[in-house]
């Protein structure tokens, strides 16, 4: 097979993640140690401040002789820190504090959108090391032609990376269509152009991404995972307190459901494609093939276009034009407002959650798009009088897919943490 056509393969990237009972309690089986020390890492990984070897016991389950034993593992595999010791108000000697290891392991963040490629390096601790942006057309473009283009990108970043000593763990791609995670094929991306490209095959092409392993993932799903790991991160909401729909406004419009703290990802793992909501059946046609989509009304070319401003604005000047009293951009902000309270409104009433996040291009208008938003939820969410109805801006910010794609490569590292130690 020509590495060079982006063809269907069936690889696959990462392995998938375990349920959320099997991380939740020590295991009983022959994966033991495994599950062990991937429910030790993932409680200090998690841990929006600094943990110690008896708050894990108690927060696992596992005997304080076994958190030592794993704890030692994973600071010698530089997984985990040690820091110099605390004193506290217990009697006896002060806990050790325990954090993620810094730039030690790496998951590198690629994206593709119609209107840039991007790339970030993420490590342990979630701190961004690396990032490199360019902007341009992407609109229909050549996979190859487009995924050669961030291999050169992603090239000199990977080689700071590696000469600095540090390992990456792998790399997910950012699209804006039907890509399932934990596979490198991107089915179809409609704003893109393509159609069932294998991603990893392109990007192995090139000699830095060589034995690095590569999946794809859709921008919404990643966008709601980065902001749900941002939240964890920032504001000490544990990942069983977080149930959100998650929309991203970009030139396309995706959305993603996390209940629970995990993505509620459908059977194919294609759930989520609420920019393909019907808000007119006769509105203007789609690169989907249909009539009157939602991202013909609010994505971020039909905003532009609706305020009468070049496609090149960027969303912040798009809203510095809004602010500053354009009455066209305010009304095309106020129209899209209208048909994204009315198609979520559907959504949250379809799956029972009580916050909307507004990410992408969104976070950053959040706060001119909310108030037709939260009209619409008002009259059309059915829970409306017995439960608050929150709308907020993503804290991830307008890259969130970018991160996410970073931290899913983190996250594998947590759940399978054994041939990093061993």
């Not at 763990?169 to 069932?196: F, I, M, Q």
């Not at 149930?243 to 396309?252: M, R």
């Amino acid at each position: 097979m020509d590495p060079m056509n982006p063809v269907t393969s069936g690889r696959t990237g990462l392995p998938r993640e375990r349920s959320r009972a099997a991380m939740s309690r020590p295991a009983r089986q022959s994966s033991l140690r495994e599950h062990n020390l991937s429910l030790v890492l993932r409680h200090i990984v998690d841990s929006p401040t600094r943990t110690t070897r008896a708050r894990v016991s108690e927060a696992t389950g596992l005997t304080k002789a076994t958190v030592s034993e794993l704890v030692d593992l994973l600071v010698t595999a530089k997984l985990v820190t040690e820091l110099e010791p605390e004193p506290g108000e217990r009697v006896g000697r002060p806990g050790v504090p325990l954090i993620p290891a810094a730039r030690t392991f790496v998951g590198l963040g690629l994206e593709v959108q119609a209107d840039h490629i991007a790339a970030r390096a993420v490590d342990l601790q979630g701190t961004t090391l690396y990032e490199r942006v360019t902007v341009g057309d992407f609109r229909l473009s050549d996979p190859g032609d487009t995924l050669r283009q961030l291999a050169r990108l992603v090239t000199p970043m990977v080689a700071t990376i590696t000469s600095q000593g540090s390992r990456i763990a792998g790399a997910c791609v950012s699209v804006p269509g039907l890509a399932r995670l934990g596979s490198s094929v991107v089915r179809y991306a409609p704003n893109l152009g393509w159609e069932d490209v294998d991603v990893a095959l392109v990007l192995r092409s090139s000699a830095a991404l060589q034995g690095i392993s590569i999946e794809v993932g859709n921008d919404a799903d990643l966008g709601a995972l980065g902001e749900s790991r941002t939240r964890s991160r920032l504001a000490g909401v544990s990942r069983m307190d977080q149930n959100f729909l998650y929309i991203a406004g970009e030139v396309g419009i995706g959305g993603a459901v996390v209940l629970s703290g995990d993505l509620a990802g459908g059977m194919h793992g294609w759930s989520g494609e609420i920019g393909h909501a019907v808000v007119d059946p006769d509105g203007p046609m789609c690169n989907c093939g249909a009539r009157g989509c939602l991202e013909q009304f609010a994505g971020k070319d039909a905003l532009l276009r609706r305020a009468g401003l070049p496609l090149t604005y960027s969303t912040e000047e798009l809203r510095a034009v809004a602010l500053g009293g354009n009455l066209e951009a305010l009304a095309a902000l106020n129209d899209a407002a209208g048909a994204l309270g009315r198609t979520t409104a559907a959504a949250m009433n379809l799956v029972d959650v009580d916050r909307l996040i507004l990410g992408g291009a969104y976070a950053v208008l959040h706060d001119l798009l909310r108030p037709g938003i939260e009209a619409e939820l008002s009259t059309r969410v059915m829970a409306r009088r017995w439960i608050p109805l929150h709308v907020e801006g993503a804290v991830s910010g307008e890259m969130a897919s970018l991160t996410g794609a970073a931290l899913r490569v983190i996250d594998g590292v947590v759940a399978h943490p054994t041939p990093w130690v061993a």
